[in-house]
């Protein structure tokens, strides 16, 4: 299921790489892909959403929708 985040604090290649592999950790098959510009992260992930946003946000990264 693809589950979509408004994330705020991602700046650069390393942000995007940080939440990507935080993902892939618990999901090795998870797709994940992220709008720098907009602050969206997109994954196609088994994960549900509560999880994803508890993965993203011990990355220091807020979710705000």
Not at 15 to 28: H, K, S
Not at 34 to 61: C, K, Q, S, W
Request: aromatic share 2%; proline share 3%; net charge neutral.
């Amino acid at each position: 299921m693809t589950q979509e985040l408004k994330v705020a604090g991602m700046t650069c290649g390393h942000c995007v790489r940080a939440v990507t592999l935080a993902i892939q950790a618990r999901d090795p098959q998870a797709k994940v892909q992220v709008d720098l510009p907009a602050g969206l992260v997109r994954a196609d992930t088994t994960l549900d959403r509560a999880a994803l946003t508890a993965l993203v946000t011990a990355e220091g990264y807020a979710v705000t929708g």
